[in-house]
Antibody, heavy 118, light 109 residues
Framework: QVQLVQSGAEVKKPGASVKVSCKAS????????INWVRQATGQGLEWMGW????????GYAQKFQGRVTMTRNTSISTAYMELSSLRSEDTAVYYC???????????WGQGTLVTVSS | EIVLTQSPGTLSLSPGERATLSCRAS???????LAWYQQKPGQAPRLLIY???SRATGIPDRFSGSGSGTDFTLTISRLEPEDFAVYYC??????????FGQGTKVEIK
């Protein structure tokens, strides 16, 4: 069965960076994009960007341009999302989700809580 | 960039009642690339509907989607206790491809 398993919770100080991983199993990792979506406590879903694991191509939401980097390691079927220059407003649960061009997000990771606090 | 506006913000209903949720786009959603997700507290979102009206695998037929262009609707024909949750619409046909609405909470009256 398809599974996306994310890394554990993180606590970071303002100005630091965080790198969240998303390990895929149950399907061919390079056949689908990985998207990243975040959700602040009590708030809605905010799409951050996508990465194609086959080519490494990425597309980021304008809000995160220059601060987010999405990468992958195909040998271990794992995608990564790194967010830099963290501020308190980045405190949120970060999800990875499988998708593709003009396809919905059909499988999601369990979420990773990132807390930014001094 | 397409902006999705969901209404109402909160829907207070009783089990067995019908729920009608609206999602309006600021411009036409190409080829009905519109999805609906359900999210319960502490859980990741779950895909319910894609292509505006197709149910995802394993989704009960009390959930149905309709609409095209700029106006879309999610209907839950008879609310079950497990249906009380937050629902989000998403367009995935135009860049940026993952735009979500702000959500509608369906709560027990």
């Amino acid at each position: 069965q398809v599974q996306l398993v994310q890394s554990g919770a993180e606590v970071k100080k303002p100005g630091a960076s965080v790198k969240v991983s998303c390990k895929a199993s149950g399907y061919t990792f390079t056949s689908y994009d990985i998207n990243w979506v975040r959700q602040a406590t009590g708030q809605g879903l905010e799409w951050m960007g996508w990465m194609n694991p086959n080519s490494g191509n990425t597309g980021y939401a304008q809000k995160f341009q220059g601060r987010v980097t999405m990468t992958r390691n195909t040998s271990i079927s794992t995608a990564y999302m790194e967010l830099s220059s963290l501020r308190s407003e980045d405190t949120a649960v970060y999800y990875c989700a499988r998708g593709y061009i003009r396809e919905p997000f059909d499988y999601w990771g369990q979420g990773t809580l990132v807390t930014v606090s001094s | 960039e397409i902006v999705l506006t969901q209404s109402p913000g909160t829907l207070s209903l009783s089990p067995g009642e019908r729920a009608t949720l609206s999602c309006r786009a600021s411009q036409s959603v190409s080829s009905s690339y519109l999805a609906w997700y359900q999210q319960k507290p502490g859980q990741a979102p779950r895909l319910l509907i894609y292509g505006a009206s197709s149910r995802a695998t394993g989704i009960p037929d009390r959930f149905s989607g309709s609409g095209s262009g700029t106006d879309f609707t999610l209907t839950i024909s008879r609310l079950e206790p497990e249906d009380f949750a937050v629902y989000y619409c998403q367009q995935y046909g135009s860049s940026p491809q993952g735009t979500f609405g702000q959500g509608t909470k369906v709560e027990i009256k």
